[in-house]
Each structure stands twice: as C-alpha cells, then as structure tokens.
C-alpha cells in the first residue's frame, strides 16, 4: 500500500508518517518546507518538494500510484491571508483532480481553523468542494474536524505555541518566578481560560489510519470529549513534571498515584463529538491528558537540553531511547562518512606500496614511481582533500625510503631532491584537481540548465494545455455560431411533427446533438402537479436518472422553472441535476429536461443560454403536437372512452419500441383479460365487452401516469403500456390493477430489436 501525506514534514503530518510507516506502508511525502522540518521524519520515504497548487503534483501523483491521499496542508499560517485562502482552496481542488486522474482510492481533509468567521467560510467553501468530488467522481473523501493537538515536535504557532507556553509558566511557577502567560489565548473571541479540548497528536495519527484502512466516508470530529482550563493544565504540567524531575529512568507502564488520580473536568464544551467516528472507524483517544503530557514533557526536556549543549543544533531534537550525551544513529553516520575515504585512502597507498616493493625487489624495474600514479587516481575518484593526503603520504613514504638507503634526516631536508619529488607531487595532483574540478564544474552547470529546462518545459506544457483547452472552446463556439442556421433548420425539421410521443422521443436526440451532452432526460408534469415524471433518458450506457422529483422538494428551482429561467446547481446538491429547463406552454409549466454530470467547464452564460433557447424550440413542437392531439382525439380513442382505438395504439407501440431500440426508454405491456364466468371473449357477446370497457377505462386511467398508454390490440384484446418502467414499477402497477379488481393476464418486456 502506498501513501502520500501533503505536509507530511510538519507536526501532524510527520506523526501520520511514522503511523502509516509503521503499517508497513510505502510513504510520499508532499512539502514545500515552508514550515515543515526534513528532521521530524526518520524513517523511509520519498519527498517531493511541491506546493499543494503546483501543476507537477498531477505528474508526482501519477509516477507515485498511491492507494490514499492524506492532506495535513490545508490551510498554512501566513501573513497575507487572501494569498494563503486562494492557495488552499487551488492546491486542495488540484489534489482532488489529481486523485482522480491517478487512481486514488481515497482522500483525506485534515480541516482545522483559528476561530475567525473568514476561515470558518474558507472551511466551509473547502468542505463543499470535497462534497462535489464525493458525489460525482469515484472517489471516498473523508473530513476531520480536529481540535486541539498536543505532543512531540510541536509547533510555536497555534495550538502547539500556546501549550508551549503554559509548560514554559509551570516551570516559572516551579522556581517562583511568576506566570506571564494568563492572556494567551488560540482564538483571540474566546475568553482566556475557555475549557479547550485537546487530543494527544498520536491518537489523532491512528484515526487517520482507521480511515485509511476503512471503508467509512464523510466528515468526522475528532476530540477527547474532555474539557481542561489553562490552570488545570498547567497544574497537571507540575505534577508529570515533578516525577520526571524525581525519576531518572521513567516507567513505561503507567503510574496509579500519577495516571488514575484523574483531574475534575467538565463536560466538553466545543461542539466536536467524537461519536460519528468511534461508529464507523472504531476509533477512541487512548491517551489522557496526563498519558499525553509524559511524551510531551520528555521531547520538550530533550529540546532544552539538546539546545543547551549546541545552539547550532537546536532543530536537532534526540531519538526517543538515545540519550543526549551519546551519539545518535545519525551522528555515527556522519562520523563513518567522514572517515571512510581516508580509510580507502591509507588502504589505496598501503597496495601502491606492495607493488612498488614487488617492481623493485623482486623485478628490478626503478625508473617507475607508482605513487605518483596513486596520487593521480586519488585526486580523481575523491577530490582535493583526499589528493593533498596522497601527496602527505607519498612524500613521507619517498622520505622514509631514502633514510633506509642511509641518508640521515638533516641532509635528506636539505637535499634539492626532496623538493623536486614534493612539487612533482603536488604538480600531479594539482593539475588532476584542476581538470576535475573543471568537469564538476561543467556537470553542476549542466544540470542547473538541465533543471531550467525541465522548468521551462513544465511551463509550456502547461501553457500549452491551457491554450489548447481555450482554443477547442473558442473554435467549438465558432462552429456553432457558424453553423447556426443549419442547426435551426435541422431542429425545426427532427422536431415537425404531429404525434406526441414521436415529439418527446426525438426531443433528447436533438437536444444531445446541439449540446454535446450525451446525460439527459425529459420530464413531464404529472397529474395534480406534484410530481416530476421521467418519460425518456439519453442512451447512454450506465446513465440511470431518478424516475421521479417531487415538486415541493424543488425549493428556489421550481421558482426558476415557471419563470422560464434554467436553473444551475451551484450549490452541487446532490439530490437534483446539474441542470434543469422549463418545458412550458404559454406560461404553465409542463415539464422540464434535466442534464446530469455537467463539468464545470459547461456552467457557463453561453451554455445556459444555449440550453434554453434549444429547450423553448422542442416547448413549441411539444405544445403543437399537444394540440394536434387534442383535435384529433376523438378519432384515436374507442367510442369515446379511455381505450387507444387499434390504430393508434399500434402507432402508440411502434413509437415505444423505436424507443426501446435506441436505448431512450423501456417498455412493459400488461394484458388484461375478461372475466371468464361471462364469456365475454366470445364475439357473440360483444355487447357486455362493450359494457366492461366503459366501465373499466375510467378505473384503469386513473391508476396510469400521463406517459403511460392502455388501448386494444389487433384482436380487440384490452392491453397497457407502461413507458419507462421497470419490472418493479410493473409488479405495482399489476398490484393497483388487481385491487381495483381487474385481472392481468400477461406481462410482457419490451426488448431491444436487431437490425437484420
């Protein structure tokens, strides 16, 4: 499983780091060390330094493949609050289409404030955007409200300054010297000792990893449920503070007389209730107050002392279990890397030595020194320092042979040959360090251009892209403009027509190849008007839009409907389409055609204005067929009953099964039969068939909806036909039918048929 902690280098996110690390978790970590430190993290990962609005995190995001986002980023502290506000809001929507574009299973928001109303909205604003994702992308994105963290590698900003503070006043009180902290407050609204609830950080770590193992989704409060007031904090500072003062070695089990003597508190005060949580992630605090101030209180005590000793190491702060008098596992690694290469250095002259006694004593060959072919390979695999040791040695090896030969001390430094073999030396070595040098040199510029470029090219890509994108709309509305005339005179044409259901059924078709949307559907106004019903839906596969809307449920958009207004769902709510327009005749409402999964690209003045011209012009077929109807009705229906004549219910199927073919509509058809005791279906008794289809065409009508047909079929067989329904809505239609105590003899599905 891999992870990608956002502000994986600050308080939080480092402590989610070590948790997810621990669950064998493979971890990147998202920072720009704006406030984050590279040293709260020790264990293994892989750092991008990106801020959560740069372009290039879509591209990290793709080469990492992670199974779970966690953003612990979401809003930094900064001086210019507009600039941070805008920041958050972009680098959190550019993490969500990243996690979208890249697989990301699920998404984390760790979402706190500072009290104030401009980031309480920021929240909320942050909040909706993730709710917008949730609802239409295929990703689980999940929200914690997270009061106040507490623990090691606090920050002196927010909530980890303030507590800060307050050890700093118990240590004061300690020596006598007084508190000069009882004003400070985490938000500047609430009184200065407001109950405030705090979290140990290392709980709130583990619900992050409860969610990223669940399957829970939505938004969570995160708290201890518990209250304490500054005086009741710092008094609690004392006493942990007393016994780690009094105990050297500190138990790792918990003490009764400190642990079990529990503070009186009151009841949590702030409004976050970890109860949703505890539900769906199984998640309670584990710590106490006093359980989280003995971590606390050592990392503090260690940082005092780690300061003490070093002020030019006072971000270095000791790993729990190593003491501060001792080296750290970082330290013996920087010892071992300093000492290594001349280690391979003395081993390197030890072999040169070897070979030149192998090339004198044992060949004979003199005329050869070996060192100064070792001095030229140490200056080039490992630079000046290394190259002036070589040089040390090799003139201390040349000055030790020659007093073997018998050459005394003093004659040996003032004999020019010393000299001579020294600046040879140096000479080799010099003009080695020179050359490399020069290469290190050209390599480093070479990759500063390699780096400028890669900016540069990151740059244009992206320019490019944005160009392009403009470029397509501009050209598409150019296109349509164009060719305007031409899509007036098609729509006119598709729409000509004088039956209604063959209106209703090409009114999508039209209306798709205008808009370039391919998720819509056409509603009518039910009887009564209380309803919204569904009579045909695009064709598209997996497209399944809701059978029904209740007027009442509408609100402002029904408002905007019978105004003749289409209305866009800005606020996102899941429960209506992107958009709706009227289907009106004069100033009634009809019906309306609803549009789903509409980008935001599409929310736009011209689209809208598009969609409802497009939706007046299938109004006026509509209505015209409507009318058409209406004159013509007499002649459709079977002596002046409910019943469809022969003709028109066949012209009636006809349209339904196109409809059927092209994937707009489903069909269900119920045949109803005559009572047999009456014998009924005998031609001789055509009279009281007559007589059961006056009486019974009124029930029946009153039990369908207005898309809905019943007529007779070529054998004078009285049959329904249910449009756009499922096999459930057939059964309850089968079940009305049976109360008003009619009978169904057949249910039959329409099927889609293929062409020849």
Not at 142 to 167: K, N
Not at 174 to 201: M, N, T
Not at 246 to 270: A, T, Y
Not at 666 to 672: A, E, F, R, S, W
């Amino acid at each position: 499983m891999r992870a990608l902690i956002v502000g994986g280098l600050g308080f939080f996110g480092s402590h989610v780091v070590e948790k997810l690390s621990r669950e064998n978790y493979e971890i990147g970590i998202l920072d720009d060390r704006s406030s984050g430190s590279a040293g709260n993290v020790r264990c293994k990962t892989r750092q991008f330094a990106l801020r959560a609005d740069d372009r290039r995190c879509l591209e990290v995001m793709r080469n990492f493949k992670a199974d779970c986002v966690v953003h612990c980023a979401w809003l930094a502290r900064g001086a210019d609050a507009d600039a941070r506000d805008a920041t958050g809001l972009n680098g959190l929507d550019n993490l969500l289409h990243g996690c979208v574009a890249s697989g990301v299973k699920r998404f984390l928001l760790i979402a706190s404030h500072d009290g104030s109303e401009r980031e309480k909205h920021i929240q909320r604003l942050a909040e909706q955007v993730c709710d917008a994702y949730r609802n239409t992308r295929e990703l689980q994105i999940g929200v914690f409200h997270i009061t106040r963290l507490y623990g090691p590698r606090m920050a002196q900003s927010g909530s980890g300054g303030i507590l800060l503070e307050w050890i700093q006043d118990a240590e004061r009180e300690a020596s006598g010297a007084g508190s000069r902290s009882a004003d400070v407050r985490l938000y500047k609204r609430e009184p200065a000792d407001q109950p405030a609830d705090w979290l140990y950080v290392s709980d709130a770590a583990e619900a992050v990893f409860r969610f990223v193992e669940g399957s829970g989704c939505g938004t969570y409060d995160l708290s201890s449920n518990k209250a304490y007031t500054r005086g009741q904090i710092i008094a609690q500072i004392g006493r942990v503070r007393t016994w780690l003062l009094q105990e050297e070695n500190w138990p790792d089990s918990e003490d009764p007389e400190l642990f079990h003597k529990q503070i009186s508190e009151p009841e949590h005060v702030q409004g976050l209730c970890n109860d949703a949580i505890r539900h769906d992630l199984d998640w309670i605090p584990l710590r106490g107050l006093s359980e989280g101030l003995l971590p606390t209180l050592r990392w503090y005590e260690a940082r005092q002392r780690a300061r003490k000793a070093d002020s030019t190491q006072a971000a270095a702060l000791p790993h729990a279990g190593w003491s501060s008098q001792h080296p750290t596992p970082k330290g013996w690694r920087s010892f071992f890397r300093t000492v290594l290469p001349f280690g391979e250095n003395l081993l390197a002259f030890g072999l040169v030595l070897l070979l030149e006694y192998a090339l004198q004593q044992r060949l004979g060959i003199r005329n050869i020194d070996v060192k100064v072919i070792y001095i030229v390979l140490v200056s080039a695999l490992f630079g000046m320092r290394q190259s002036l040791f070589a040089v040390f040695l090799s003139t201390l090896a040349y000055m030790v042979g020659e007093m073997m030969s018998g050459l005394d001390l003093v004659s040996l430094v003032l004999d020019a040959s010393l000299v001579v073999q020294l600046i040879a030396y140096a000479l080799a070595s010099l003009a080695v360090d020179i050359v490399v040098d020069a290469r290190n040199r050209k390599i480093a510029t070479l990759e500063e251009e390699r780096v400028i470029q890669s900016d540069r090219f990151d740059f244009l890509q992206d320019m490019y892209t944005d160009t392009a994108r403009i470029k397509n709309e501009l050209q598409q509305q150019i296109i349509r403009a164009d060719d305007s005339l031409g899509r007036i005179q098609m729509v006119m044409r598709e729409l000509d027509g004088t039956d209604v259901q063959g209106v209703r059924q090409k009114v999508l078709g039209v209306m798709s190849t205008i808009l370039g949307h391919n998720r819509m559907a056409l509603y009518t106004m039910g009887e009564g008007g209380r309803y919204f019903r569904c009579l045909y839906k695009s064709a598209d596969a997996g497209f399944e839009p809701e059978k029904s809307y209740r007027v009442e449920l509408l609100g402002p958009a029904l408002r905007v409907l019978e105004q003749g207004g289409v209305h866009v769902n800005r606020e996102l709510n899941p429960e209506l389409p992107g958009m709706m327009a009227p289907v009106l005749e004069g100033t009634t409402l009809m019906g309306m055609v609803a549009l789903y999964d509409i980008g935001f690209d599409r929310m736009t003045l011209y689209f809208q204005n598009l969609l409802r011209i497009v939706t007046e012009m299938a109004a006026d077929a509509l209505v015209r067929a409507y009318r058409y109807e209406a004159l013509a009705g007499p002649g459709r229906y079977w002596e002046d009953t409910a019943w469809l004549a022969q003709d028109a219910f066949a012209h009636a199927m006809e349209n339904q099964q196109e409809a059927v073919n092209q994937g707009l509509s489903t069909g269900v058809l119920l045949h109803l039969g005559f009572p047999d005791a009456t014998g009924m279906s005998d031609t001789a008794n055509e009279g009281e068939r007559e007589r059961w289809l006056h009486k019974n065409g009124p029930v029946l009508s009153g039990m369908l909806r207005e898309a809905d047909h019943m007529g007779l079929d070529a054998l004078g067989m009285p049959v329904v036909l249910l449009s756009n329904a499922s096999l459930k809505d057939a059964e309850r239609a089968m079940l009305r039918i049976a109360h008003a105590g009619l009978k169904v003899m057949a249910m039959y599905t329409m099927k889609a048929e293929v062409a020849a």
